[in-house]
């Protein structure tokens, strides 16, 4: 119930904003690109594929997925996941055995700074993925 005179802002209809990058008519092409990660001795056949959208210099979207198989012409599993949707940065964490996918907030992109934020997530969340193969692949494999 609310009062007539109260001094509160009624805030029933009100909408929660969320970072939305620039619509894909003002912003380049996206890039789209796979980075063969053969150098790494322990999982020779594993991939990142990656997606930048951007805009101003800047990347205001991506995704970043690791991806693996066993054998050279075997099928690909997709270990983890990156992705800026729905206005946070989050972690899809995939398991081997169930195919079961965990999901894992690591911030929201905050509405004034957002093209400069995601732009800086992304190169720390490459590096990061780059420097903890190793982890990445236990937690896909428990």
């Known amino acids: 119930m ?7 802002a009624d805030m029933s209809g009100a909408t929660v904003q969320s970072y939305k990058p620039p619509p894909q008519s003002a912003r380049d092409p996206d890039s789209v690109f796979r980075l063969d990660l053969r150098w790494y001795e322990d999982y020779p ?3 990142l594929r990656v997606r930048q959208a951007i805009y101003r210099k800047m990347i205001v979207d991506f995704s970043i997925e690791l991806h693996w198989r066993e054998e050279l012409d ?3 599993y997709r270990i983890c996941r990156v992705d800026t949707s729905h206005g946070t940065v989050h972690w899809h964490q995939y398991n081997r055995n169930s195919g079961a996918e965990k999901k894992e907030v690591l911030s929201t992109i ?3 700074t957002g093209w400069n934020y995601v732009n800086h997530q992304y190169h720390d969340i490459y590096d990061y993925l780059l420097d903890n193969i190793e982890m990445i692949m236990e937690r896909w494999k428990a």
Do not use: A, D, I, Y
Request: glycine residues 6%; charged residues 30%; aromatic residues 6%.
């Open 2 to 8: 609310v009062r007539k005179n109260s001094k509160l």
């Open 74 to 76: 075997g099928p690909w």
């Open 110 to 112: 905050p509405l004034k």
């Open 45 to 47: 056949h594993l991939e």
